[in-house]
């Protein structure tokens, strides 16, 4: 079956923009979808974290350069990893993709995040992630809708993670997710998840460093408020007495 979602006779996919380059494709792509994760990280929207929430994410991310942004993809795909020695990485069938995503979602939405430590938070967090991207679901941009997708739901769930880091690392980002997806028909299992772990443990680390000058910020602007109150109370009281001494002493 040939891909529906390319030019006829090329490895480029259709686009709004009708670019024919894969270049001048990516540098479109990138600019558009790099002003759009910023504006959702901004402003989230709202969902359930649900299937249907991951694809309304993939919409509004790749709205501006794919008629099916948003939309499953219909085809089963590979891609030839390097990371792999060529091979691909086993994703959903295309007609499993929402059942598939749907059962990581919602054991996603049942842990008790609160209960975790760093560590354990990192590792259950990272299996999901990898978990999540191993489905697939659109022919194009999954990398960046999961990884976006995993950083909003973090902070809906109070998770500590700094979303920047994955951004500044995305190669090793992509890389790590097909580590953490090795898992062969064949071959059995190869996977390794401990390289998408150490980017979560350490973008939580961050998240934590960047909150704390915060709260010290915080705590030193309470404490001038209330040194602030305290002498002004104790001004008043002073002015108080002196007026009532003046008082007396008239």
Request: hydrophobic share 35%.
């Amino acid at each position: 079956m040939s891909d529906p979602y390319l030019y006829p006779g090329s490895e480029i996919l259709k686009n709004k923009q009708n670019v024919r380059d894969q270049e001048l494709l990516n540098d479109i792509e990138a600019n558009f979808v790099g002003l759009r994760i910023k504006s959702l990280m901004e402003n989230p929207m709202d969902g359930d974290y649900d299937f249907a929430h991951l694809c309304k994410i993939h919409h509004w991310i790749f709205q501006d350069v794919f008629e099916w942004a948003g939309m499953p993809r219909i085809i089963n795909i590979e891609k030839p990893e390097l990371a792999l020695s060529g091979l691909s990485v086993e994703y959903s069938d295309y007609r499993d993709i929402q059942s598939d995503a749907q059962r990581v979602l919602d054991n996603m939405r049942s842990v008790k995040w609160y209960e975790l430590d760093d560590k354990s938070m990192a590792n259950e967090f990272s299996k999901h992630m990898a978990q999540l991207w191993r489905t697939h679901g659109f022919r194009e941009g999954n990398t960046r809708t999961v990884v976006t997708f995993c950083c909003l739901f973090a902070r809906s769930n109070k998770i500590p993670l700094e979303p920047a880091l994955f951004e500044k690392h995305s190669t090793y980002v992509r890389s790590a997710l097909v580590a953490a997806s090795a898992i062969f028909k064949d071959l059995g299992d190869r996977s390794n998840l401990c390289y998408l772990k150490k980017i979560v443990l350490d973008s939580m680390i961050q998240a934590r460093e960047k909150e704390r000058p915060k709260t010290i910020k915080d705590k030193l602007v309470v404490a001038q408020i209330e040194a602030d109150r305290f002498n002004a109370k104790r001004m008043t009281e002073r002015d108080i007495a002196d007026s009532n001494k003046y008082d007396r002493g008239r």
